[in-house]
């Protein structure tokens, strides 16, 4: 009798479960999801059959790219910047993102979290200390024996790499989404931002859409992917433990699956406060610990710097030298900017309701730039006066692996260890926002119309992009490591600046028909 109850029990819950997964399944866009999964696999697959055909392939494209197309690349990421400043000037500032009577869905220290943690975590903590000493050991100006100009140059130049110019990218094409969704009700997907001619042209539509998915996924790989390799890095340096990537990756891909599952007010909003506490927590140690008079006097003085010279930095070509700085630098950053913009633009957009675009504008290009500014001045900063005063050999560090020098940085360092397991327990929870948001941006891209505005994304959808989201990261380090990463950003971010562009010549024509009715 109990195992019939148990049995009937049992039918019942099945088919329940059934139910509600076929009823989610009918939010998906199949074409766009079935496809965009496949040809995700199908990459997959041939990159991890061919791992030395496909390095040799991802160097040369990348080459081929920087030589022929830096100055659009340039060019590009400059007018994006420039766009998005003149919005806030225009008579367009006070239109609501969603209407006259919209109220913010998020408090402004959550929007302003939420945007943080999903659109720079990783790239901060890997790039916090490498970037400022790579520039320094790398860029072809400097000037021998005149440690402050190279120091400010720097630091001047990660704050090209890293600030306005990459924010400006998200805040342009996140307008784009937020004024099409939210007072246009139309889809949050990259073709419906195109006109109605091209969202219209099914074929073309699907396309874009599959493209934006792509890039997406490549862009986000790439982060998981410098995750994974400075969680490895911090393991072994620290503590002397080895652990595959491929294992990391697994182990965080399934705490994302978690998150991802609770949606986006349980799992990534909390998260994404838990990110802000630490990271400003590990911020104000680093700067208490470390030449506080020195990173105070240092940042004033980068600041001035980067004003006076962002216009010549931002334009700077490489044209009358045969260096290969820019190639592995600003081009590569530019266009991991384009290849993440459909998935932080879009996850900014979800959050964004409520917002005029003057608040939107500042709230996403100036707010975490300053942040940007301010996380860069105090490790870059840190980890220079450690070259000027020859305190450990943290420049041999970044040279010879990137990923250990934020712990080669704690060494000199009271705490050292206990600063290194708080970055590690950073590096993890940015991980696992990255991995949960972008599963659920692109689980919204391939959505129905009107089942991604209301609520979350089809949970499967938002599982299946989060498993296939580590595997592709796990595939591109062992096809190349961080080499492969960056130049699958690079093939797919060019393309998706191209979109992107179309999409705030739409977005301006919009603006322009919302005041005149």
């Known amino acids: 009798m109990n ?8 039918k019942k819950l099945c088919f329940t479960v059934y139910e509600l997964t076929l009823k989610k399944m009918r939010n998906l866009n199949k074409s766009r999801f079935i496809t965009s999964v496949l040809l995700i696999c199908s990459i997959t697959f041939i990159v991890f059959k061919n791992l030395s055909a496909s390095s040799n392939f991802f160097s040369t494209t990348q080459l081929l790219i920087s030589q022929y197309l830096g100055w659009f690349i340039i060019l590009t990421a400059n007018s994006f910047l420039f766009f998005s400043i003149y919005l806030v000037f225009t008579r367009y500032k006070n239109i609501k993102l969603g209407g006259l009577n919209a109220e913010p869905a998020f408090s402004y ?3 302003i979290a939420m945007l943080f943690s999903a659109g720079l975590g990783i790239g901060l903590l890997f790039y916090g200390v490498a970037e400022p000493i790579g520039n320094l050991n790398d860029y072809p100006e400097m000037v021998d024996d005149n440690l402050s100009y190279n ?3 720097a630091l001047s130049l990660t704050n090209l790499h890293w600030g306005l110019h990459g924010w400006a990218v998200y805040a342009a094409l996140g307008l784009c989404f937020a004024f099409s969704s939210y007072n246009k009700k139309k889809a949050f997907r990259v073709s419906s931002l195109l006109g109605e001619r091209i969202e219209n042209n099914k074929p073309i539509a699907a396309l874009i859409d599959i493209v934006a998915i792509l890039t997406t996924v490549i862009g986000i790989a790439t982060s998981l992917g410098l995750g994974a390799s400075q969680i490895n890095g911090g393991l072994d340096y620290v503590f002397d433990i080895q652990i595959n990537e491929f294992v990391i990756i697994v182990l965080i891909t399934l705490l994302g699956l978690l998150s991802v599952s609770l949606g986006l007010d349980a799992g990534i909003k909390r ?3 838990l990110n802000m506490v630490i990271a400003v927590s590990l911020l104000i140690l680093i700067f208490l610990l470390g030449p506080s008079i020195f990173i105070l006097n240092a940042l004033v003085q980068n600041a001035g710097v980067y004003l006076s010279q962002i216009i010549e930095l931002s334009t700077w070509t490489e044209a009358y030298n045969t260096s290969v700085y820019q190639n592995g630098y600003t081009l590569f950053y530019f266009t991991w900017w384009f290849a993440w913009a459909p998935f932080v633009s879009l996850f900014i957009a979800r959050i964004s309701y409520g917002r005029t675009i003057k608040e939107f504008i500042i709230g996403v290009l100036f707010v975490p730039s300053l942040i940007v500014f301010i996380w860069m001045g105090v490790f870059g900063n840190a980890a220079i006066y450690q070259v000027i005063n020859n305190i450990g050999d943290i420049s041999g560090a970044v040279s010879n692996n990137a990923s250990t020098a934020l712990f080669v940085l704690y060494e000199s360092l009271n705490f050292s260890k206990f600063l290194s397991i708080i970055s590690l327990i950073l590096i993890v929870t940015f991980f696992v926002t990255s991995s949960d948001s972008g599963a659920l941006v692109a689980s919204m891209l391939s959505s129905k ?3 991604d505005i209301d609520g979350d994304s089809p949970l499967i959808s938002r599982i299946t992009w989060a498993i296939l989201l580590g595997v592709v990261a796990a595939v591109l380090l062992k096809a190349g490591g961080l080499g492969a ?6 093939i797919f971010g060019v393309p998706f600046s191209i979109i992107t562009a179309f999409a705030c010549k739409e977005l301006y024509r919009s603006l322009e028909k919302e005041l005149d009715n």
């Open 3 to 10: 195992n019939k109850i148990f049995l009937d029990y049992k």
């Open 109 to 111: 220290s959550n929007w």
């Open 151 to 153: 120091a400010s140059k």
């Open 271 to 273: 998260l994404s406060q």
């Open 449 to 451: 119309k009107g089942s």
């Open 485 to 490: 990463l960056q130049t699958a950003v690079v």
